[in-house]
């Protein structure tokens, strides 16, 4: 590791959630969604005038765990089928009860893969494994959605080692919100670093330190970049690196066409990329969402909503269509497991 680089690594310590390899996408404009200024906005601007932003096209962190060759082999995905394709997302009870999932996948047709959220916010939920091992046996492709914020290195291993062995082969790697109540986040890794061990110490019968499993696991890594995000150009850097070994990409809801059309032009990466695309069905609802880090909505579509009710709806159908256009792989629509208003969206699909 070069000296400069060790440098990076020290300074992102002073970062809430341990991010060794760019922002985390909830920071705005210059600002940690725990608080004070972001670390990694300091650490962009000093690489950047130095003439060093190429340094972050490495994988920082991940030496301890011994550098591998990365495998470009991929297991069967949602991601082969032509033309433009619509994944979905689903909550797990706050409890036992399927019921509402049952209803869910009974009523949803034309869907190419559904997440399963974990744990989003850091509110307690079913663990996403039974919810995705449920949706296998309906025939849809499941997206089993892991964060860095609630496990340790060895708990991600295990629950990923029980994914497989319950044949789900696509998994999205998320950091995580950053939470304090009633809990304490890991952030043993990033999602950068996790990303990069699926593809390069599984393949290859190992365990992320090296030493020998059972089986070679093959599976397709999704990975999350924010379009909001401000500055745009020190996303698109980490984008550029997770993208390097990722299968797919999903994006943060975008809510304005300007902020989509800026980010089709800064990225070649359509043709593994998903536009998330999150309807307001109310006012308050639109409120409630512009609190949420990384989350960008104009206070003029908000007041927009406030006087129209279906105001939310049609610009969700209008931003699925710029995306089409655009000529991004397809959508991922975040309707709450709600089946009525995602099958009002796949009619404009």
């Known amino acids: 590791m070069t000296p400069k680089e060790t440098n990076i690594l020290e300074l992102s310590k002073r970062c809430p959630k341990k991010m060794k390899n760019g922002p985390c996408g909830s920071s705005s404009n210059g600002r940690c969604e725990v608080g004070g200024l972001c670390v990694w906005t300091e650490i962009y601007h000093q690489l950047k005038k130095a003439g060093n932003i190429s340094i972050l096209d490495n994988v920082l962190g991940a030496e301890k765990y011994g550098y591998s060759p990365y495998s470009d082999k991929k297991a069967p995905s949602f991601m082969d089928t032509k033309g433009f394709i619509v994944t979905t997302e689903l909550d797990p009870p706050k409890g036992t009860n399927l019921s509402k999932i049952k209803t869910f996948l009974k009523n949803i047709h034309d869907i190419s893969a559904i997440n399963v959220v974990d744990n989003p916010l850091g509110k307690p939920l079913m663990s996403p494994l039974l919810p995705c091992f449920y949706i ?76 020998k499993t059972d089986t070679k696991i093959i599976m397709n890594v999704g990975i999350a970049v924010n379009p909001n995000a401000e500055p745009l150009d020190m996303e ?49 609802m639109a409120e409630a969402i512009s609190k949420v880090p ?41 309707t709450f497991t709600d089946h009525k208003l995602l099958s009002k969206l796949m009619k404009s699909v």
């Open 136 to 211: 296998t046996k309906h025939n849809i492709t499941p997206i089993y959605q892991i964060t860095c914020r609630d496990r340790n290195i060895a708990a991600i291993q295990s629950d990923i080692f029980a994914a497989y062995a319950s044949g789900i082969r696509d998994i999205l790697v998320l950091t995580g919100d950053y939470v304090t109540r009633n809990t304490k986040p890991v952030y043993d890794i990033d999602s950068t670093i996790l990303a990069y061990l699926i593809k390069t110490k599984l393949p290859e019968g190992q365990d992320f330190t090296g030493e």
């Open 236 to 284: 698109l850097t980490a984008f550029r690196k997770k993208m390097q070994f990722a299968d797919f990409a999903q994006t943060q809801a975008i809510f304005d066409p300007d902020i989509l059309d800026r980010f089709s032009r800064e990225t070649n990466h359509h043709d593994k990329t998903l536009i998330g695309i999150l309807p307001i069905t109310s006012y308050k």
């Open 294 to 334: 990384g989350i960008s909505i104009p206070d003029a579509f908000i007041e927009e909503i406030r006087q129209d009710k279906n105001a939310g709806i049609k610009r969700a159908k209008e931003l699925i269509a710029q995306a089409k256009t655009l000529g991004f792989k397809g959508v991922h629509l975040m």
